[in-house]
């Protein structure tokens, strides 16, 4: 069974960082991409940044590109969204999710194993 479970939100002051680590388990993890959604009150979910299989690709949202940087330990089975600069728009849960496929997808329904999410809240 497949597991994925994130870490690391809370409450931050724009401008500031936060790391967000997302542990799965239960699937070849060195095999698939993986990917970080993020969804705001009132907002459908939408694509933040993923990673191939072996870490050597990514792929930003626009809206984080030069902010947020992405990476994978596959010997971990973690992967991690390092968060820096934020802004009061990042708020909100941060969704982790693996993908049968080793190439990197931003869109979601090439993700089929999804965690429960961590919450952001970027402060003035």
């Known amino acids: 069974q497949v597991q994925v479970v994130e870490s690391g939100g809370g409450l931050v002051q724009a401008g500031g960082s936060l790391r967000l680590s997302c542990a799965a388990s239960g699937r070849t993890f060195s095999s698939y991409c993986m990917g970080w959604f993020r969804q705001a009150p009132g907002k459908e979910r939408e694509f933040v940044a993923a990673i191939n299989w072996s870490g050597s690709s990514t792929n930003y949202a626009d809206s984080v590109k030069g902010r947020f940087t992405i990476s994978r330990d596959n010997a971990k089975n973690t992967v991690s969204l390092q968060m820096d600069s934020l802004k009061l728009e990042d708020t909100a849960v941060y969704y982790c999710?693996?993908?049968?496929?080793?190439?990197?997808?931003?869109?979601?329904?090439?993700?089929?194993?999804w965690g429960q999410g961590t919450q952001v809240t970027v402060s003035s």
């Open positions: 999710a693996t993908s049968p496929y080793s190439l990197v997808y931003s869109t979601p329904n090439h993700y089929d194993y």
